[in-house]
């Protein structure tokens, strides 16, 4: 009898393990069928955002230290989103499986480490701005999902005739055998299919055929031009007006507004005497403007990429808000988007005769979804997060003292002006150049001050005025170029830009955290 032991306990070691590892798989497809569930639920009801992974990923933007968002910007650029949420999976497929395997042996245990994931989901979607209690529900729906798939999944999984165990340490799942096959094949198809539907019900929410049979009026006060030589002749340079699909992106919204231009009401209230309301279809046929505006994100480090420019139509709000009647003592505009993110500007900005936009295209055609569609703010001279609100539908004139907006409540500034700023766009860092004339250029701006000069210098000399390209006004970017004799040997190039005021770039490196980065660009190249 003893020689037979160590024999069986041979035998029964890759048994455990292969148990184990079925344990945890019924957790990871226990979890799957609950996120199904739940995005299901989520798309039914008409709120996609309330998804458990969306709901947890825009709490943690509420929830992230400055310094983590903007290593993640600077890092990912435009693939953040997609890095969050990868994460955010990949974290929750760590759980599951670990619920998973605690349920082997505490099975009540385990099922409430499942649920518990759309509990925590859950109280995520109700602490989102603009959302009510039945935000939860989605989450909820999806824990009561994954909770009864991980039941029928240790059933399967348990030796047969054993039935249900209790919350006992003999539910050792007896490995994989045909029914613990055919039972996560199963609740494998439930996952995909519930997830794959309710992703089906959200696109066909998607407002891009409204987008495209809107129809945008001619602007009764057509702003100047695009003067000819606005773009600088040099191969590699960015085009003056920046295409839509290549104009940069930052946001807190995981997943786009979808804003019907039937259902879009925009509100004007707060300190002001007679409240307005206007429909989409009110405010087109308004007189509209149009105006040539470069938008910066303060999230830009100096040479960066978030910084375009475009050609925007659109409703002067001086002229909305006059309408209202603002009342003595304000001194910020409120705006509040679909998603309930929110941003202050500076009242007296928007009524100093700059064009202060409600815009609804973008370089000729409706905005995009992605950039703000149906309408968004465009002021010029500010950095996006107090000017630039996209699918906005509520405008609150209101005071600093009184109301704090999403950003300005995390520390950035208040007041948040442009600051004088060139870029190198050409040659390339570390690019490998031949000895002779070579063009130095790049863009500058300075938002509502203008761009008067641009100079260049080589390893620290003296600085070379560069050749400015002409532009249709003082609120857009300005494309410059310099020709240098470069002589063999590694060379560094710098940078700085003057504005109308006569203010020059600042030269001291400062990161952009709380009103926008300083510093010069440079560029370190190869010449042989």
Known sequence: MNDTTPSRRRRSLPVRIADRWWAALAGVLAAAVGLGAAELAAALAGQAATAPILALGSAGIDVTPQGLKAWAIRTFGDNDKAVLLASLGAGATVVAALAGLLA????????????????????????????????????????????????????????????????????????????????????????????????????????????????????????????????????????????????????????????????????????????????????????????????????????????????????????????????????????RSADGWTCGTPLSVVLDGRDALLAVGMNGVPLPIAHGFPARLVVPGLYGYVSATKW???????????????????????????????????????????????????????????????????????????????????DTWRQWVWEWNATPGTHRLEARATDATGRTQISERVPPFPSGATGRPSVVVTVT
């Open 104 to 335: 082997r042996r505490h099975r009540t245990a385990g099922v409430c480490a499942v649920a518990g994931l759309g509990v925590v989901a859950a109280a995520a979607a109700v602490g989102r701005p603009q959302t009510d209690g039945w935000a939860a529900v989605p989450s909820l729906v999806g824990a009561l999902a994954g909770a009864a798939a991980l039941i029928l999944l240790l059933r399967a999984m348990s030796p047969r005739g054993a039935g249900p165990s209790p919350d006992a340490n003999d539910a050792a799942p007896a490995g994989p055998d045909r029914r613990v096959l055919l039972a996560g094949a199963g609740t494998l198809a439930v996952a995909a299919s519930t997830g794959g539907l309710g992703r089906v019900i959200t696109a066909r929410r998607n407002v891009s055929a409204a987008r495209r049979g809107v129809r945008l009026p001619p602007p009764t006060g057509p702003g100047p031009a695009v003067p000819a030589g606005a773009q600088v002749r040099v191969p590699g340079m960015p085009p003056f007006t920046t295409p839509n699909g290549a104009f940069y992106r930052v946001d807190t919204a995981l997943v786009l507004p979808q804003v019907d231009p039937a259902d879009w009401t925009l509100r004007i209230g707060g300190m002001v005497d007679r409240p307005v309301e206007l429909t989409f279809e009110e405010l087109l046929r308004r007189p509209l403007i149009d105006r040539e505006v470069t938008l910066t994100c303060v999230s830009n480090e100096v040479g960066g990429p978030y910084v375009g420019h475009a050609r925007w139509l659109g409703v002067p709000l001086a002229v909305l808000l006059r309408e209202a009647g603002v009342r003595a003592g304000a001194d910020q505009l409120l705006s």
């Open 392 to 474: 906005v539908v509520d405008l609150q004139v209101t005071r600093y003292a009184d109301q704090a907006a999403y950003w300005t409540r995390r520390g950035w500034a208040t007041d948040a002006p442009v600051k004088t700023m060139a870029r190198i766009d050409l040659p390339r860092p570390l690019q490998r150049l031949r000895a002779g004339r070579v063009a130095v250029a790049g863009v500058a701006w300075a938002q509502h001050r203008g761009v008067d000069a641009v100079e260049v210098r080589v390893d620290g000399g003296p600085w070379h005025p560069a050749r400015l390209a002409t532009v249709p006004g003082i």
